[in-house]
């Protein structure tokens, strides 16, 4: 069983805002990053799962058990970082850590102590005299506090600087390491690359893409620019069984896109013809998310 399962889940707010049609499942034991430009759907999902709003259709479930009939049942097992949360501004830190506790009937604060200082949280002063990057600290804590089984992250590390970012990452291998299963929604490359096992990217409230860590690790696909000096060499390379993916004949330039392990197969081909150039232009994860990005933004355009 998943341990966290949507299928076909709608929510059309009209003027094709919403989500609609969203599938995907997490295993026990995976870190799954949900991505996707801003308003394209990620919160929506996410309130779904925690059974914050009914499906006008699909079902959601976390740990076999229905996010909208069972919600009650799931927080048992769930920790949830809003992207925006809200804390009562007149209650300190530890006070707001302490009540988090309390709710949950936890008595043992070791796990509390040992994130605040994994954290390098202070808890003492009072939230609206706390910076976002401190808050972001209490919410983590508060997600985190009974270790749960399911851990739902809306942008975990929003206001956090360079080195809790990279904190939080090391929490997250743990937290993986006891067999936890998360979604983690986030703008941030190097974060998802450094700690998930698959990622859905989403747009306009629909699933574009899956890839798994495979993909996303080992991107070996690189594309050179190779300009020859010869009209003919130019054409003969054309006719062979490269990947060729622009062609810029003023230029006598050819885009050729390879895997790494095709590199002495070019070398070979390219050693009987007359280059004038070869530039390497790799193609990363990376680009292609901004690439993701991009045409979200000529869609809405
Ligand atoms: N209650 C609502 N009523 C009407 N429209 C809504 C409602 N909630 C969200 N939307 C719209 O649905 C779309 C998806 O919003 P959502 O908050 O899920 O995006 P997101 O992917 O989390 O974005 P971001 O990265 O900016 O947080 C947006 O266009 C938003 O304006």
Known sequence: MPAIKIQGLTKDYGNNKGIFGVSFHIEEGEVFGFLGPNGAGKTTTIRHLLGFTKPQSGTSTILGLDSWKQSKEIHQHLGYLPAEIAFPANMTGAQIIQHAANMRGLKDMTLAQELIT???????????????????????VCAFIHDPKILILDEPTTGLDPLMQSVFVTLIHREKQKGKSILMSSHHFEEIEGTCDRIAMIR???????????????????????????????????????TITDIQSEALAVLVEIEDLQINELIGSLGKKDVLSIREMKVSLEDSFMNFYKQGDHDHV
Do not use: W
């Open 118 to 140: 994994m954290f390098d949280l202070d808890p003492s002063p009072l939230i609206k005299r706390m910076s976002k990057g401190m808050k972001q600290k209490v919410g983590i």
């Open 204 to 242: 306009q409230g629909r699933l574009t893409s899956a890839l798994n860590s495979q993909d996303f690790k080992h991107f070996d696909k690189t594309t050179y620019k190779i300009t020859f000096r010869s009209l003919q060499d130019f054409h003969a390379i054309q006719k062979e069984e490269f």
